[in-house]
Nanobody, 125 residues
Framework: VQLQASGGGLVQAGGSLRLSCAGSGRTFSRYEMGWFRQAPGKEREFVAAISWSGGSTYYADSVKGRSTISRDNAKNTVYLQMNSLNPEDTAVYYC???????????????????WGQGTQVTVSS
């Protein structure tokens, strides 16, 4: 599977963005998917994850209540809707897939084995 993230950009504080992650392959719908981000000078951190069916979602405390992860398996795409953005959300956002077919919460980098190239999100104050 290959992943292509898009939708990043420059937005003012308080604004919204929707990131997309398009995947290839017929088994995309079976993968647990996640979003991570890496701010300048910081380690990559977990943002959100979604089960293969979309029935379970998980969020980092830093984005909970402001972000929604969803997926459309017919389009092989996962989304991350982010609202009420603030400058601390500035980072490169990566989508990732766990192709192991395990189920359960996935909030660590080592849970994922396929990564997209990242999309830049910049929030101005």
């Amino acid at each position: 599977v290959q992943l292509q993230a898009s939708g990043g950009g420059l937005v003012q504080a308080g604004g919204s963005l929707r990131l997309s992650c398009a995947g290839s392959g017929r088994t995309f719908s079976r993968y647990e998917m996640g979003w991570f981000r890496q701010a300048p000078g910081k380690e990559r951190e977990f943002v959100a994850a979604i089960s293969w069916s979309g029935g379970s979602t998980y969020y980092a405390d830093s984005v909970k209540g402001r972000s929604t992860i969803s997926r459309d398996n017919a389009k092989n795409t996962v989304y991350l809707q982010m609202n009420s953005l603030n400058p601390e959300d500035t980072a490169v956002y990566y989508c990732a897939a766990d192709t192991s077919l395990r189920v359960g919460k996935r909030d660590a980098e080592y849970d994922y084995d396929v990564w997209g190239q990242g999309t830049q999100v910049t929030v101005s104050s």
